[in-house]
């Protein structure tokens, strides 16, 4: 898994500073696998069995990765208290306390149990460590006023005490510490997970977990990183020294952002519109030609070379003052505003599907059965690439979708929840229960890309994989947010029509994180559609990887635009 390239050099004694990878690696833009729990400990033990990296040192090297990151993105919290735990976690915990101290830091460590069921490598880092940390063994022990001292005056805690192995429920001290924890104001900075998660969970929520400010992970995330709202900070993902082959994993689960590799290198210097195709978006009604114009411009911005909206004749003013590059078709319309099944024939169809490279269909379109008629007619009558969303969607939700066949020809579907539930015959609570799942199943049936809105975005491919999606907020939820992922995906596909998977991915990991930059302008509330399409330049800047290898999952560093991760844009 070349995402992780960048591997900090292997020790197996204390080192005298913070350790700093090698420059010149990047992110992969194949896939960075979402490994469980028992996929990590299998990488964990290739890499040593099989690779000769010795245990210590990949314990020292995640331990590095933490300390590093609270030097770079809490400069100001002098006061360090290490909340520890006896096993591996803990191990982590006592090298970053350690690599802190020597840094200039006022670390104390609290330590969670007797310090002789401390053993193997944890044992091995708590030695190392020249401080004496603060032992609790039970409860009454917590009251003390030293322990107290350590929570009253700490600028700053790491959360070391339950990481990857751990199961619910959360009980006994590392309960008690967590109420104690999450009462204090200071930032918290989890090691691997905050306390109390399931690295298996695909739940959003965990009522019992530690808090967290920023969650520092190791070799690849896990399901809980992509699925569960761990924070509201920042989620990032370090090497610690695993080669890629001891990276393995049978859940079919990779992060989206891994994808936006394809954007990042600069056009030839010789680029011409052409090189970057044409999008025909279709849709639009009398009272929704928005949609279709704010899919067309975010078309235009997204980067393809040629973008025509057509759209019924008397939506074809509002529709093309969207933009002057935007150019248009006047479709025949019928007696309700919407697009006739008129325009199928011949002598109509074969002039507007000329020299383009995907249609986009569905924004505004309306359900009248004209309309219908004709998503119903294009699909049979073209092979072009397809995107496929919003009322196109549910015209092929009335027992018409065995016409969806992806065998032969690229078809992108963008169900929000309720569509998907029309397309598959279920519930809304039935698809949000199962949602990958059913995306999996729906994508493999069809051989389409299903790309499934929400929390979480997922991203089914036709052969099973799935791509999570970790960027977008709350503001999104707005009317034209899918209008615009419509044209964005739609001007991927045009861009790069050998690579639909890295396509699709990128262009929704690029809405999402649009909207994340337009939120520091704006408010949830505030939000617009539209100001998602203004951010994109600010999208297409960032690196999910950045200067010192991490790569982030969620967020990033807590700086002004210009700024991040050592002069990248960030949201």
């Not at 590392?174 to 690295?199: E, F, I, K, Q, T």
Request: hydrophobic fraction near 45%; include cysteine.
């Amino acid at each position: 898994m070349r995402a992780f390239s960048r591997m900090l050099s292997v020790r197996t004694q204390p080192s005298r500073r913070v350790q700093t990878p090698a420059p010149g690696s990047r992110y992969d833009s194949v896939a960075m696998k979402i490994l469980t729990a028992d996929e990590m400990r299998a990488t964990d033990r290739r890499t040593v069995e099989q690779f000769g990296v010795e245990s210590l040192a990949l314990m020292e090297n995640a331990g590095a990765a933490v300390a590093r990151f609270v030097l770079r993105e809490y400069p100001g919290c002098l006061r360090v208290t290490a909340l520890c735990g006896r096993g591996n976690n803990g191990g982590d915990g006592f090298v970053a306390a350690r690599l802190l101290q020597r840094a200039g830091r006022a670390v104390s460590v609290l330590l969670l149990g007797d310090p002789s069921d401390v053993t193997g490598d944890a044992r091995t880092m708590l030695e190392r460590m020249s401080l004496s940390p603060v032992i609790v063994r039970q409860p009454s022990e917590l009251e003390s006023p030293e322990v107290a001292n350590l929570f009253d005056h700490a600028d700053l805690f790491l959360d070391a005490v339950l990481g990857t192995g751990f199961k619910p429920p959360l009980r006994g001290l590392a309960a008690l510490v967590g109420g104690r924890l999450n009462a204090c104001p200071a930032p918290v900075v989890a090691v691997d997970l905050p306390s109390g998660w399931d690295a298996d969970s695909r739940l959003p929520q965990s009522s019992e977990a530690f808090r967290a400010d920023a969650v520092v992970t190791f070799t690849a995330p896990k399901p809980a990183h992509v699925f569960g709202n761990l924070t509201r900070g920042s989620i990032v993902v370090a090497s610690i020294g695993s080669p890629p082959d001891a990276v393995q994993s049978a859940v079919n689960l990779t992060w989206a952002g891994a994808s936006k590799t394809i954007v990042d290198e600069p056009r030839p210097v010789d680029s011409n519109k052409g090189a970057f195709g044409h999008v025909l978006v279709i849709g639009g009604s009398i009272g929704k030609a928005g949609a279709p114009a704010m899919a067309s411009l975010a078309a235009l911005r997204t980067g393809a070379g040629l973008v025509t909206a057509a759209v019924p004749k008397s939506s074809l003013p509002n529709v093309a003052a969207i933009a002057p590059e935007l150019m248009t078709v006047p479709l025949a319309e019928g007696k309700h505003g919407e697009i006739n099944s008129r325009n199928l024939e011949a002598g109509n169809l074969k002039p507007l599907l000329q020299r383009k490279t995907v249609i986009a269909i569905g924004p505004g379109l309306g359900q009248e059965p004209e309309a219908v008629a004709f998503v119903l007619g294009l699909l049979r009558e073209t092979n072009l690439p397809m995107v496929i969303d919003a009322d196109a969607l549910n015209a092929l939700a009335d027992g018409h979708t065995d016409l969806l066949d992806g065998r032969d020809r690229t078809l992108v579907l963008t169900p929000h929840p309720g569509e998907m539930a029309r397309l598959v015959g279920l519930s809304v609570p039935h698809v949000q229960e199962r949602r990958e799942e059913l995306a999996r199943e729906f994508a493999l049936r069809h051989s389409v890309t299903l790309v499934l809105k929400g929390w979480r975005t997922l991203i089914a491919h036709p052969d099973g994989v799935i791509a999570v999606n970790t960027t977008g907020n709350p503001g999104m939820a707005k009317g034209g947010s899918g209008d615009i992922l419509t044209g964005m995906v739609a001007a991927m596909i045009a861009q790069y029509p050998g690579n639909i998977p890295d396509a699709v991915n990128t262009a929704v990991y690029l809405h999402g994180l649009a909207a994340d930059f337009a939120l520091r302008e704006q408010d949830q509330h505030t939000l617009l559609a539209t100001d998602i399409i203004s951010a994109l330049f600010h999208a297409f800047r960032f690196m999910p990887e950045d200067k010192d290898g991490y790569v982030w999952i969620q967020g990033s560093a807590p700086r002004d635009f210009g700024e991040v991760n050592g002069g990248n844009d960030g949201a």
